[in-house]
């Protein structure tokens, strides 16, 4: 009976243990984590957070501005999103600043605006691949689901390993019934990004086509 309990009582102690040592994990992680891989994980109040120590640390990326763009915009922190691209349209990379411009006309719902910024960056840097994937969102908001799903498929395309852009090309591929091209950019995103919050209805869909 005694060793029963004191059995019990070393399982638990353990139990709380290892639940300690895997918050602390996690943490640390999330610690190490980059903006795009806590974007991509559905954190985003920690994407902002870590976007404002590389700051303060005078580490500040213009990919980093961009995705605490996407983060504040997934809070519906709609001034917190045009202050970030007004921060890419002051930058002195041409292409970027454009890519700024359209961002926050984009916000503003200034839509031709947004899709000549966005054009502009483009033709500035071809491979800039956010500045596709800003465009496939301005093609989007026009609901011009064809345009859109090639802007975010050459985003995919220039930067395989965002997950998002395969996401949105997947949507947009979804919506105009190209199931080929949007299983195959949704089967990258679900091996890209395995907490995101859009993971299991993802799943749900590619299930549905691919069996």
């Known amino acids: 009976m005694i060793r029963t309990q004191r059995n019990r009582h070393l399982r638990s102690a353990l139990g709380s243990a290892l639940v300690a040592l895997l918050a602390i994990s996690t943490a640390a992680a999330a610690q190490d984590a980059s903006p795009q891989a806590l974007y991509e994980a559905g954190q985003y109040d ?6 404002d120590a590389e700051r303060g640390a005078g580490r500040e990326s213009l990919e980093s501005a ?39 006309a984009l916000e503003r719902g200034d839509l031709d605006q947004a899709q000549g910024a966005a054009g502009e960056a483009i033709g500035l840097e071809g ?3 956010f500045a596709h994937y800003q465009l496939g ?12 799903g090639q802007a975010f498929a ?11 852009a395969h996401y949105y090309a997947g949507l947009s591929f979804q919506r105009v019934k190209n199931i080929n091209r949007m299983a195959t950019h949704f089967e990258q995103f679900v091996q890209l990004a395995p907490n995101a919050p859009e993971r299991t209805q993802v799943l749900v869909v590619l299930r549905s086509v691919r069996g």
Do not use: C, K
């Not at 969102?137 to 859109?148: D, F, K, L």
């Not at 050459?154 to 998002?164: C, I, Q, V």
């Open 137 to 148: 969102m301005v093609h989007a908001r026009r609901n011009n689901h064809e345009a859109a």
């Open 46 to 51: 920690a994407v902002l957070a870590r976007v």
């Open 127 to 129: 491979g800039l691949g």
């Open 66 to 104: 961009f995705m605490a763009a996407q983060a504040a915009r997934r809070l519906g922190q709609g001034d917190r999103v045009v202050q970030e691209y007004e921060r890419l349209a002051s930058s002195p990379n041409p292409a970027w600043a454009a890519l700024g411009r359209a961002g926050a």
């Open 154 to 164: 050459r985003a995919a395309e220039l930067m395989p390993s965002f997950a998002y």
